[in-house]
């Protein structure tokens, strides 16, 4: 999956709008736009952006395998974790 993809699954799943992940992130609107659509390549600078805001999913966003125990983890780990929490199996929280 590319970085595009990957920012804008990290942005739902905090249900943020993409200004509010912009300023969060510290990169501008149009560049998260952008890159969410794939019409600009994702920079080096804005990915570490990314994972500066959010470290819990560096290594997914470098395609590194994650591992138990290691404080990493994926949008669908934690949409899977939603969905427990809903059933009253929670496995953790989540960390914006």
């Known amino acids: 999956m590319d970085e595009g993809k990957k920012i804008r699954q990290i942005r739902e799943l905090f ?3 993409r200004q509010q992940f912009a300023d969060k992130v ?5 560049t998260i736009h952008s890159t969410e659509l794939g019409r600009m390549k994702c920079s080096i600078e804005t990915l570490r952006a990314v994972q500066g805001a959010y470290p819990q999913f560096a290594k997914w ?3 590194i395998p994650l591992e138990d125990g290691d404080g990493q983890t994926s949008p ?3 949409e899977a974790r939603d969905r427990l929490k809903q059933t009253g199996t929670d496995t953790g ?3 914006e």
Do not use: K, T, Y
């Not at 510290?26 to 149009?30: A, D, K, N, T």
């Open 61 to 63: 966003l470098n395609e």
């Open 76 to 78: 669908e780990i934690e």
């Open 15 to 17: 249900d943020l709008s």
């Open 26 to 30: 510290g990169i501008s609107v149009h």
């Open 93 to 95: 929280s989540r960390s």
